[in-house]
Each structure stands twice: as structure tokens, then as C-alpha cells.
């Protein structure tokens, strides 16, 4: 079958991926040894979901090459730190050239780290929060296949994150940038059946101690 119909590539390696990181090392590195893995780190969770906002009408490879300067100018996405940014950091980083200049989007992020401190008093951690929310098997499409995946950027769960995430005064989190920030956190394995990748994340999952 064609790329078109099973949303698989065959690599230079001999190696059978998702389609979307192409032959592009840095992306195929991200594919291979993160995309999927479980997180429960609250920095890493708080890092990728300001980035998937700052992803918005741009491509993640755009974000990812830039996301060593993103965590430079953001402290290391420690949100105890950004939430105390003022009017002065953000005119900073509006003169960065190694992010994305959006000042919604750099206004946003410490408007969520904000929400973030509060959230964890209210949940314990973000890491509680967003993985009480993880998929039951019976939620989950079968097989995960590449028509099942283009078909459905945003499910029933991330939009219903997305909404109680706004309710509690965040933006920047619509149900298809939570969609994927879940899929890139391990909430939901979507390597695609047949991927060489598919088998290791799901073992990791499987031994991944969920955050109580």
C-alpha cells in the first residue's frame, strides 16, 4: 500500500516509521526516542504544552529546532519563575530572535504559568491533573491507523481538558493542541500500526507508574 493509505515510510535504515518525520534526523530522533514516551515531569508537561500553543499556525519542527532557545529564554519552563515575569521580560523576549516573537503567545505562557501554580495546589501536580484524564482502552480507536488519526485531530477528552483548562483562565489550549500535547506525553500511544516504534512505547507505558 501507498504512504497515502497507511501513513508509514520505509527508512534509510530499513526501518518502518510514521510517516510525518520524513528523513530529517533531528525529527527522526524525536519520533523515535520521545513522541509517545509517557512524561510525568510538571516542567516537561508545562514546557510542551507552551509550546504546542506556540506552535499554532506553525509546524512542530519549526518549534523543536528553536526549543533549546525557548528553554534558555524561559528559565527552563520552570513556571514558579515564569509566572513572575513582567511587561519588561516580555519585551525581552519579543527581541529574541531564536523564538517565536508572538507576544500573545509569550504573554500567554506566563499567563499559564500562573494558572499552572494554582492548578498544582488544586491537583497536587500537573502531572495529576493531565494524566487523570488518560484515555481508557475502550476510548482508544482500533487498529491506530493513519485514516482513524488524520480523521480525528481533537477527541472527546481533549476537548473536554481544553475546556476545563480555559475555565481555569488558560489559553492558548484548544482541544487540538491538547490532542497533541497528549499524544507527545504518552497519554495515548498514536505511533501508527506498523511502526517500528509502536511495541517500545507501548511497553513503556505499560511500566510508566502513574502519578497518584
Request: glycine share 8%; net charge negative.
Amino acid at each position: 500500500m501507498s504512504e497515502e493509505k497507511t501513513g508509514l515510510i520505509l527508512g534509510a535504515d530499513g526501518k518502518t516509521r510514521c510517516f510525518w518525520p520524513g528523513d530529517l534526523p533531528d525529527y527522526l530522533d524525536y519520533h523515535d526516542n520521545e513522541w509517545g514516551h509517557p512524561v510525568s515531569d510538571d516542567h516537561r508537561l508545562f514546557e510542551k504544552i507552551c509550546l504546542e500553543g506556540f506552535q499554532s499556525g506553525l509546524s512542530w519542527l519549526t518549534i523543536l529546532r528553536k526549543r533549546e532557545n525557548f528553554r534558555e529564554a524561559f528559565d527552563g519552563f520552570d513556571f514558579e519563575r515564569v509566572a513572575r515575569f513582567t511587561e519588561m521580560d516580555v519585551e525581552r523576549l519579543l527581541g529574541n530572535a531564536g523564538i517565536v516573537r508572538h507576544g500573545g503567545k509569550i504573554r500567554s505562557t506566563i499567563n499559564n504559568a500562573q494558572r499552572a501554580i494554582e492548578l498544582c495546589e488544586q491537583e497536587g501536580s500537573l502531572a495529576h491533573y493531565f494524566w487523570r484524564h488518560e484515555p481508557q482502552p475502550h476510548e482508544r480507536p482500533d487498529p491506530v491507523d493513519y485514516k482513524t488519526l488524520t480523521a480525528n485531530p481533537t477527541t472527546e477528552i481533549s476537548t473536554r481538558i481544553s475546556k476545563d483548562l480555559k475555565k481555569r483562565g488558560w489559553s492558548f489550549v484548544g482541544p487540538t493542541t491538547v490532542y497533541a500535547f497528549m499524544q507527545a506525553m504518552g497519554l495515548v500511544n498514536d505511533h501508527i500500526e506498523g511502526c517500528c516504534c509502536r511495541a517500545a512505547v507501548e511497553r513503556k507505558r505499560e511500566a510508566f507508574k502513574r502519578p497518584a
